[in-house]
């Protein structure tokens, strides 16, 4: 079977990575320029741990709608974006075309898409999208193919042990005042379908993972984790009173991203 048939039959499965059911949808919330979390958390986080440096070059894994492709162009490096969502890869050559190259393609086989070569990178980042991609190990290992020796690979993916989907939530304790987080499974890899939103044709699906598979896959295909940051909620509690300095307090202890950055160790 060649490698756009494999493709084709990705797409198709019950539990497809692509959001191109989704891209209408995604693309309207996002808008050009990112979401609100995007642009007050998600950039400046990876932007601060990529620590691009003028000339090198980007790969940029999931890239969807490529929100982060003008800050690229701007820091006088070369970007590509991948996405197995053709719909997506046209938002993206729409709003940011000028800013860098843009390529349909499963990123668990990046050695098939035409214009990608070994080691060619100087960096690869997965932007809110590594959670969304199946089997973790073919895609961490397509990441590190991308990667000179010495590139560095940063993730950002929400936090997978306080935020899992369907499995965690906030309570109230009355008798404490305490507002709390509620993890109801963590370590067990989950699938998770997406809900279908307003304007979406189907349905595209998530995946839970530990901490330690994302640490251990990353060391599994040489690239070694130099730095983890765990970022809050931007959101302001509304209103006063105990719930609400509850509400407060328990967003500044739970977070909502977490991002990681590893150095490839060898060619």
Same mark, same amino acid.
């Given at each position: 079977m060649n490698s756009k048939r494999r493709q084709? =039959?990705? #797409?198709? =499965?019950?539990?497809?990575? +692509?959001?191109e059911p989704l891209a209408e949808w995604y693309a309207g919330w996002v808008g050009k320029n990112g979401s609100e979390h995007h642009r007050r958390l998600a950039l400046p986080a990876v932007l601060e741990l990529l620590q691009?440096? /003028?000339?090198? #070059?980007?790969? %940029?894994?999931?890239?969807?709608p490529?929100?982060?492709? /003008?800050?690229?162009a701007e820091a006088g490096c070369h970007y590509t974006g991948v996405d197995l969502s053709e719909r997506m890869v046209g938002y993206a050559r729409k709003h940011h075309g000028r800013h860098? #190259?843009?390529?349909?393609? %499963?990123? +668990?086989e990046l050695h098939t898409l035409p214009g990608l070569r070994a080691a060619a990178f100087d960096a690869v980042v997965f932007l809110l999208s590594v959670q969304d991609m199946e089997p973790l190990h073919q895609v961490l290992e397509a990441a590190a193919w991308a990667l000179r020796g010495g590139g560095r690979a940063v993730l950002l993916l929400t936090h997978p042990c306080f935020r899992v989907p369907r499995q965690s939530g906030w309570g109230w304790d009355e008798g404490r005042k305490l507002r709390y987080r509620r993890v109801d499974r963590y370590l067990t890899p989950l699938p998770v379908p997406l809900k279908p939103h /307003?304007?979406?044709?189907?349905?595209?699906?998530?995946?839970? #993972? /530990?901490? +330690?598979?994302?640490?251990?896959?990353?060391?599994?295909v040489g690239l070694l984790l130099e730095q983890m940051e765990e970022l809050v909620t931007?959101?302001?509690t509304q209103g006063s009173g105990a719930q609400a300095r509850a509400e407060h307090a328990a967003n500044q202890e739970f977070p909502l991203f977490l991002a990681l950055r590893a150095v490839k160790v060898h060619d």
């Open positions: 084709h =039959d990705k #797409r198709n =499965d019950k539990r497809t990575t +692509s959001w691009l440096r /003028p000339g090198e #070059r980007l790969l %940029d894994l999931g890239c969807g490529a929100v982060l492709a /003008p800050h690229v860098g #190259r843009f390529l349909v393609g %499963d990123v +668990s /307003p304007g979406g044709g189907g349905v595209s699906w998530s995946f839970h #993972r /530990p901490l +330690s598979a994302y640490i251990n896959g990353l060391a599994a931007y959101k302001q």
